[in-house]
């Protein structure tokens, strides 16, 4: 069974608009973190955000902010004022568990094009 | 700076043979991943390591396999290399720590003729 779902395979939204990417994840295990990655066209991983289980408040990072809601298993990401250089795939990773042993496991992305 | 680098860009091999990707970090990470990126597939995971000579199969294992004997390399091996295997490869590394992001080398776009 898929762990993490992206629903939107591509998203449009308008410049300095806000825009809300969907991911949803599936763990049985009470400790877990989640991920969002940025993917311009020159292909690079860019780190994001990150939100813990037991965090107890929404992570936010600059313009990046996540709207984490446990019981849903939600963790979508919300982009505030949108700019022309945030047309990138966007994906949702999930890591369980205190183990080292755990891999990073993503989703399939959604691909966001901003429009001027 | 923190750096993942993978041995090449772009790689063309022929059908049948056995091809070699290499990653290093430089950043005494614990864990290591190879991922292969396929559009709308998104990011895959073929294998991961969490030691030097320890290794745990990803979701598409079949057809690869990957070798760590210092923790700074890890090196995914196609053992005989056939056309569905063309895609992107990601390699990233990070610290065992759950709570710590990965850092990802530049990818090596393989194209098996």
């Known amino acids: 069974a898929q762990k993490i779902t992206q629903t939107q395979p591509g998203m449009f939204v308008q410049e300095k608009e806000a825009v809300t990417l969907d991911c949803t994840y599936d763990?049985?295990?009470?400790?877990?973190?989640l991920f969002w990655y940025k993917q311009p066209s020159s292909g690079e991983m860019i780190f994001l955000i990150y939100?813990?289980?037991?965090?107890?408040q929404n992570a936010t990072e600059g313009r990046y902010s996540l709207n984490f809601q446990k019981a849903r298993k939600s963790a979508n990401l919300v982009i505030s004022a949108s700019q022309l250089g945030d047309s990138a795939m966007y994906f949702c990773?999930?890591?369980?568990?205190?183990?080292?042993?755990?891999?990073?496991?993503f989703g399939k992305g959604t691909r966001l094009s901003v429009i001027a | 700076d923190v750096k993942v680098t993978q041995s090449s860009r772009y790689l063309v091999k022929r059908t049948g043979e056995k091809v070699f990707l290499e990653c290093v970090q430089d950043m005494d990470h614990e864990n290591m991943f190879w991922y292969r990126q396929d559009p709308g597939l998104g990011l895959r995971l073929i294998y991961f390591s969490y030691d030097v000579k320890m290794k745990e199969k990803g979701d598409i294992p079949e057809g690869y396999s990957v070798s760590r004997e210092k923790k700074e390399r890890f090196s995914l091996i196609l053992e005989s290399a056939s056309t569905n295997q063309t895609s992107m490869y990601l390699c990233a590394s990070s610290y065992g720590a759950m709570n710590t992001e990965a850092f990802f080398g530049q990818g090596t776009r393989l194209t098996v003729v």
């Open positions: 990773a999930m890591r369980e568990g205190p183990s080292r042993n755990t891999p990073l496991v």
């Open positions: 939100q813990g289980s037991y965090d107890q």
């Open positions: 763990t049985s295990d009470p400790s877990y973190g």
